[in-house]
Structure formats: structure tokens, C-alpha cells
């Protein structure tokens, strides 16, 4: 049990909220400059795709192995160094863009990497701190994940309005967020699932458990419903709609700020509704403001339909998180498979919408994500809560 106190508890929770954030202004930062590294490398829709690939094949590679890392190095150890070679991956890719593709590949391979153990740590660290208030915070902390990407996206639409080369900005940015978040982590409680990992016969039993499994298709559906937009709103409004890169990026930054709303809000209403009810009538949001996005005849229909798609989005990967994580002592290895299940969105989302926005324009590939929002109506029971006779 963890005995820290009330002091101890809320430097803790500050220290998950700017983990959280500072992934997404790395996240954001890079993102908000895709347009110009396109450009620069002269790809096509499908051929970004596949380089934006190569994000996700690190992370796939990572998340695997995060739940044992985690388990064996405590999630500080683990968002200290990813923090630092994440920063140091980006601040790569911001300056090899200049000399061609391969740079591009590498860096992204290991920022994905990065990011996935990051990720199952900063989960692992917020679902102790949410077991210990006995609420649903889990959200607030993507909405801090969310803030950044905000933050970071609206840095990025001002450094492209004002002529700021990709590489001070990303170098800047992002290694400035990788020091940061290195010396915030040191307030990170003990994790619970510390000490019992040697206790466990193998991770590999986690990867049998029915109902870890269909949380991690959920949480695919929504990460591809969330990763889409954040790869493709700002290229879909500069191809499809005919919009500046500024105004593209703004459209991104108003998806990332409807998404911050719907996990700053989102708690309230899952401790009111339950988490069923609340995820289904979001996907049911989220399908609305797809539709709107790709059939509309004008950019204002397009920033509606991008506000709409982002609520809907908003709340799917940290409920699932929540899901995951319902017992504490094996929230590590159950948090790990799910996200693992949840990053192969990532894996085949870029190449997917590339390769139709190759041959019916990007806004009409993204009609992909409805059949995975979709899915996620039909498999939301699976995310009701665990009861405490079944956490073992």
C-alpha cells in the first residue's frame, strides 16, 4: 500500500499532469510541422504515411516490453530516460529532415519507441494516484496531454505564420519539454505494481485475458479516431479545402482543444452516467463531426466538423486506461497489453488514410475511422468496472 501523504499525493498528481502535458507539446510540435517536412521531402499522401509509420513501428516495438520495464524500474526510472531520449530523437529528426528520408525514419522509430514505454508509465503512475483519491481522474490527465498538444499546435501555427525554420522550433521545443518532464518525475509515488511483478508467472498470461483484450480493440478504435486527426486535419484542410498551412494547423489545433474540453469535463460525467453510456454517446459525437468533415463544401463546415470529431474522441483512451488498470497490482502488465492492442491503430492508420486519400482525397479516407467508432459502440460493455471479488 502506498502510505504517502496529502502533500506527498498532490506533488505527486502535479508531476503526472506535466508527464502528460509535455508528451503532447513534443507530440504537437512535430505534428504541427508535417506539412512543411512533406514539402521538403516532396511525398505524396501514401509515401507520408508510410514514413509517419515508422512512429508507430517504435512504439509497437516498446509496448510489448514496457509492462515488465515498468514493473521491474518503477514508471519514474522509466518517463525519466524515455523523457530524455525522446528529446533527443525529435531534436534529430528536426535537423535530418534537411538531408532526406532515412533521418526522418530513425528518429521517428525511436521517438515511437519512447513514447510507448512512456506512455505505460505515466498510465501506470496516474492509475495509483487515481485509486488513491477514489475518483475518475484519469481524463484530467490526458486532458493535460491534451493542453500540450494545444499548446504545442498553436506554438507550431505561430512559428509557421512568422517564417521560424522547422528545425529551431522542434529542436527547441521539444528537447526543452524532454528536460522538463526529466526533473518533474522525481515527485512520482512508488507504483503498487512494484511489488508484486516478481510474484507474476509471466506477462504473457495477461494476453489470454478476454476482457483485457476487448479493451485493447476499443482503445484501438478510438487511438485510430484520435491519431487521424492528429495526423491528417491539417493536410485535409490544405489539399481538400484549399486552406493555408496556418489555417490547416489551426483546424488541427481546434480538434486538440475539443478533446482537452471533453477529458477536462469527461470525469463529472463518467462518476454521474457510468463509463458506457458516456463513451457510446461520444462515439456517436465523434461519427457526427467525421461526416462533417468530410463531406463538407467549406472550411467552416470542416473546423465544425474537426470540434465535433475531437469531443468524440476525447474520452475512449483514458477510459480504457482506467479499465485496465481497475486492479492496481496488475495494472502495469494489463495497461501494457492494452496499449500495445491500442498502438497497432497507429501501425496501420497512417498508411491507411494515405493510401485512399491517394485515390478519393484525404477527407473521404478518413470515413475509415466511422467503422472503427463504430466497433467501439459494440464493444464498450467491456469497459464496466471490475468488481473487487474479481481483481486477481
Known sequence: MITSTDGDLRATTRAVYLAFIFLGV?????????????????????????VLLATAVG???????????????????????????LGAAMSAVGIGYQYGVLPVVVGLYVYGFATGAWDVAMNVQGAVVEQRLGRAIMPRFHAGYSVGTVAG???????VAVGISVTVHMVIMIGASAVIVAFAVQKFGPDETEASSDDEPGFIRFWREPRTLLIGVFVLAFAFTEGAGIDWINIALIDDYGTSASLGTLAFAVFLAAMTIGRWYGPGLLDRHGRVPVVRALAVIGLGGLLLFS???????AFTGALLWGVGASLGFPVGMSAAADDPAKAAPRVSVVASIGYVAFLGGPPLIGFLGDHVTVSRGLLAVGVLLILSILLSPALAPLAAGRRQ
Open 26 to 50: 513534443a507530440m504537437a510540435s512535430f505534428a504541427a510541422r508535417i506539412p512543411q517536412i512533406r514539402d521538403s521531402l516532396g511525398l505524396s499522401p501514401s509515401k507520408l504515411g508510410l
Open 59 to 85: 512504439s509497437i516495438t516498446s509496448l510489448p516490453l514496457a509492462g515488465h520495464i515498468v514493473g521491474r524500474f518503477g514508471s519514474r526510472r522509466t518517463v525519466t530516460v524515455t523523457a530524455l531520449v
Open 153 to 159: 499546435a498553436l506554438i507550431g501555427a505561430g512559428a
Open 295 to 301: 463531406f463538407g463544401s467549406h472550411p467552416a463546415v
